[in-house]
């Protein structure tokens, strides 16, 4: 594990960009016998997302009109094992009396099986690093596996707090789209109607990539998004 650990290290110290997060996360799911890797932070007082990567750009959908959950509004089981398990397995077992086509959903999506690792601060829990998957894990694997995702975390709200901005091409698709319907002149709620959304969420789309960037308002993110070419 000490090989696995030292490597994966090193790749998170020089990650600079969503781009080198989003290479780590992948290699650490290949790693260990997983899928898709996800990461995402909590807002403060647990209100909703702050921020959010994903490996698997075709889960936009998902985090889109699925997965506005908050910690509040979590299950209270799971809500507990975050809050007091290193990592955390889901299986198939939890959606026995789930509709069935929430059942085909998650398997879409590749969240029928996941494997979370909260990251928990003062307590309280503040983040996610999750894969699609399970495996078995031996005890040494396990401390790995939590100790990269929690390095990868930090490292990542580091950067975000330093105000980094993030390179060109690491827009999701559904940023893509929003940015290039707001290049047209379209409004929030002309967007939400093409693209079978919220207005909320499209004003969100429009604010992550602003982050990304270092934008200060929705004009000058659509003049940055095209001056990086970012649309194309």
Excluded: C
Aim: no cysteine; net charge neutral.
């Amino acid at each position: 594990m000490l090989a696995i650990f030292e490597r994966y290290f090193g790749l998170i110290r020089t990650a600079r960009n969503d781009a080198d997060m989003l290479n780590v996360l992948q290699g650490t799911a290949r790693e260990f016998g997983l899928r898709d890797a996800f990461l995402i932070e909590y807002e403060k007082p647990a209100v909703g997302r702050n921020f959010l990567l994903d490996t698997n750009p075709d889960r936009a959908e998902w985090w889109d009109s699925y997965h506005h959950r908050t910690v509040a509004e979590m299950p209270a089981e799971l809500r507990r094992q975050l809050e007091t398990e290193p990592v955390v397995l889901l299986g198939r077992d939890r959606t026995a009396m789930t509709p069935p086509e929430m059942r085909e959903t998650l398997e879409r999506f590749g969240f029928a099986e996941v494997t979370l690792i909260p990251i928990r601060s003062d307590g309280a829990l503040v983040g996610v690093v999750g894969f699609s998957g399970i495996v078995p894990l031996t005890p040494p694997q396990s401390t790995a596996l939590q100790m990269i995702g929690i390095n990868v975390f930090a490292q990542m709200r580091a950067l975000r707090q330093l105000s980094f901005k993030a390179t060109p091409g690491t827009l999701t698709k559904r940023e893509r789209e929003v940015l290039a319907l707001s290049a047209d002149g379209l409004t929030s709620q002309q967007i939400a109607l093409r693209l079978g959304m919220s207005a909320r969420t499209v004003n969100q789309h429009v604010d992550n990539v602003a982050d990304k960037l270092g934008t200060r308002n929705r004009a000058h993110t659509v003049a940055e998004v095209i001056r990086h070419g970012l649309l194309n």
